[in-house]
Structures are given as C-alpha cells and as structure tokens.
C-alpha cells in the first residue's frame, strides 16, 4: 500500500488518456490540470452543476467524482460535444449570460435529450434543476431546450 | 480538493472489502466505506473527515442489484438513487426519491449511502422503515439479515466491520396507497423541514418521518394512536412524548415550527384515510 500518485486510463472526449493523479484527487482538478477546463468549478459541493460532465453517457458532477473512480470510463466534457444542436439553441433563444453555467447546462441538457427526446415538462424540470444559473436566466434555458423538443431534433439518436 | 492524501481501494469481492478495512483497523487507521462516495468527497473537502483510506464497493457483484425475486424487493447498497427510481417498481420510493437533491446528483448518490449518511434526513429509508425491509449485513462471518429496525440508524446500532449489502422488502407490499410531503423553506431541493411518508397497508396507517429529529423515525405509537382515536386531535398532543430525541431546531427552522407542521400533516393524512381503515 502506498500513498503514491496512480496511474489511470480514462477515455475522455473520444480519445484514450493516460494520467497521472492523487489517490485524494478529485476528477473536476484532473480535468482541468490537463487542459479541459470547460468543466466549471463553481459551489464544489455537488450543488451548482457547473461542472457536469458526462460518465458513460449520464451526467455526474466532476466535484463529487475521485479521479480513481474513472478508471476505464468513457467521459464526455463540453470540448467533446461535437454536436452543435444544444449550443445553436442555446444561443436562437439567449440562453447564457455570464456564460460560466453554460457547459454544465449544456452536457445536461444534451443528456436529457440522449434519454428523453421527447421529455415532457416534469421531466425537463427534474433534469434541469440540477443546474444553477446566478445570471438567473432560467427561462431562456427552458426555452432552448423545449425549442429542440419540439423541433423533434434528437428523436432519432434514440429510436 | 482534498488537502490530505488517502488510499484508495475498489475491491471486486466483499472478503476483500473487509479484509482491506480490517488491515487499516489493525494499524490504527481510519477507513471508510463508500459507494457513492459525494458525502465523503463533501465533507473531507472541509476537513470534517480525514480517512485513511476509502474502499469503494462499486466493483462487487450483487452490490448493484434491484430486481424483484422469491417475492422480495432486492436493492444492493451500490444502486443510485436514480436507478432505484426507475428500476424497483415501488411507486413510493420513486416519489420520495425524485424529492432527494437533484437529478445529476442522484446519479451519484446511492441507496446504502444514504442510509448510511451523517445528516439527520436519509429519507431514502422511509418507505424502507414503512415496508418492515430487512437489511442484509455482510460480516467478517458471513452474510447476515436483520429487521431495518434493529439496525436502523446504522451510527447507533450497526458494529465496526458490519456493512450493509443490501435491502429487502416483501414485493406485495409496494402498491400500496401511499403519500408523501415534503416541506422546505424555499427552493423544492433543499433539505426538509419535515418530510413524512406514509402507507396504507391492510387496517393499518403506516407513518415514517424524517427532518423531525436527529435520525428519520417510523412512528409505530402514533399509528396505533390515529386508528384508536374518536378525535384526531387527542393523539396530535401525544406526539412529542413519542419522539426519542429533542426536535430539531436550527436555522431552517424552529422546533415549534417543525412540530406544527408535522401535526398538520398528520391530521391530513389521518382525515383522508381514516374513514377507510
């Protein structure tokens, strides 16, 4: 047993990475150490979703992730979210601000779109309540996300 | 980030689980189980826990189930919040679920972890406490079962090297008439001020609550009390001598605040279902 830092293999964003990391440490620090700082800290604490990524396909708070749990994972962050849908509703309906939320609510939102394309409005709800926006542009969020609902966009990625 | 360092472990088998913590015992160290792990992560970030080493069970078979078999409801300690929800078919614990931190986080968060938490809510275990479950522990002996009774809070009644793997509730029990309330003092995600959970199971009006005081609570008495009563209002003045510990009061909110809102919960769940028990 030591307390030496570990070796990992991690897939990130489609390509397969070797890190060296703290057995303390959390995956939002690694992330960023290696250049992906699209993943936001913001509250650290699990609370914000500012640094959501997705693991495997479901969104996880990078905060509240040890980097030793990753081991072998397929990890998305925003600079991998090759689709541009999201983004482009984001921006039709002014739904950023500040813009420091804005890669949290993305990965979400393009999850819940992954798994619920045509998400009713308690669905959409539960799913982005997971993120906080202080610029309190809530709205403008909804808005996107039902305009790609609508638009059907991500029906057939699911079917 | 964590300022301390720590060893971190996933073992593939249980035996190796407990071997690991029994070693760190041994040598006067500290470690600690996690399957989640986002309470953990929280509070060694603030320095309120510093182990030595964590042992992540999520890589032990079994520890991931929830499926319905020989008439029970199986759920492992691993499973998140989310798949319980979504997987276990009990309309109550999918409700009570849904009301946990949010959505993202509960991908995270699992059932043994939550039951297993240092705050007072836990509430995943109200309708676990509701259905009489049965906790499977495993032990450096072997695997053994108690009622949730017995071992729930698991601070107070579970021993150093016992851990829960998994819990089981009678299938039958799941459709139940069932409700559930939750009150905060702002947002819908934050913790309770109080938060009850209750069944009609049969004859019976079954109540668990938790926010009320420092550990979530079936409360058996007052159930008896509810179908014995002429008026409602005579058992609501027993509640405070039914609790074993002082109510909660913090700045969420007042002692007197909580107790009042818990009588008027309890008064509606009583005139909504009495006439049928």
């Known amino acids: 047993m030591n307390h030496l830092p570990q070796t990992i293999q991690v897939q990130i964003n489609g390509q397969v990475k070797t890190l060296m990391v703290r057995q303390a440490e959390l995956f939002l620090d690694t992330l960023r150490n290696a250049g992906l700082t699209g993943a936001k800290p913001g509250c650290k604490n699990g609370d914000c979703g500012s640094c959501t990524i997705l693991v495997d396909h479901i969104p996880i708070q990078a905060c509240q992730l040890f980097s030793m749990e990753v081991m072998d994972k397929n990890i998305m962050t925003i600079e991998g979210l090759i689709d541009q849908t999201v983004q482009k509703a984001f921006e039709e309906k002014w739904a950023l601000q500040c813009g420091y939320c804005t890669p949290g609510y993305i990965l979400n939102a393009y999850a819940l779109l992954q798994h619920h394309p045509n998400a009713d409005e308690e669905t959409m709800k539960q799913w982005l309540d997971s993120n906080i926006c202080r610029c309190t542009g809530y709205q403008e969020i909804i808005d996107a996300v039902t305009l790609l609902i609508d638009r059907n966009e991500y029906h057939e990625h699911h079917s | ?14 035996e190796d689980a407990i071997n690991i913590y029994e070693q760190f015992i041994s040598e006067n160290k500290k470690p600690i189980y996690a ?21 992540d069970l999520k890589n032990i078979p079994g520890f991931h189930k929830c499926e319905h078999k020989a008439g029970k409801l199986q759920i492992g300690s691993a499973v998140t919040l989310n798949h319980a929800a979504t997987h276990s078919n009990f309309p109550l614990l999918k409700t009570v679920i849904q009301s946990i931190a949010t959505q993202t986080a509960r991908n995270k968060i699992t059932i043994g972890g939550n039951l297993a938490s240092s705050l007072p809510y836990r509430e995943a275990v109200l309708p676990l406490l509701l259905t009489d479950s049965t906790i499977v522990l495993a032990t450096p002996k072997g695997a053994i079962t108690k009622n949730i009774h017995d071992v729930f809070p698991f601070n107070e009644h579970l ?17 139940h008439p069932h409700f559930w309330i939750k009150k905060t003092k702002q947002s819908q995600i934050n913790y309770p001020i109080v938060s009850v959970a209750a069944m009609h199971i049969d004859n019976e ?21 509810i179908l014995q009563a002429v008026e409602i209002e005579d058992c609501l003045d027993q509640i405070e001598s039914y609790l074993p510990s002082p109510i909660i009061d913090d700045m969420i909110a007042q002692s007197d605040y909580r ?19």
Do not use: C
């Open chain 2, 205 to 225: 009006i079954r109540i668990a609550t938790s926010g009320l005081t420092a550990n979530p609570l079936r409360m058996k008495q007052l159930e008896k009390d």
């Open chain 2, 1 to 14: 980030m964590i300022s301390f360092d720590l060893q971190y472990f996933q073992p593939n088998t249980i």
């Open chain 2, 159 to 175: 021993k150093e090297l016992e851990l829960m793997m998994e819990v089981h509730l009678d299938s039958k029990l799941i459709k």
């Open chain 2, 259 to 277: 107790l009042f809102l818990f009588k008027q919960i309890i008064k509606d769940i009583a005139i909504n279902w009495k006439g049928a028990s």
């Open chain 2, 35 to 55: 399957s989640g792990g986002t309470e953990i992560i929280s509070r060694a970030r603030r320095n309120e826990v510093q182990p030595d080493a964590i042992i």
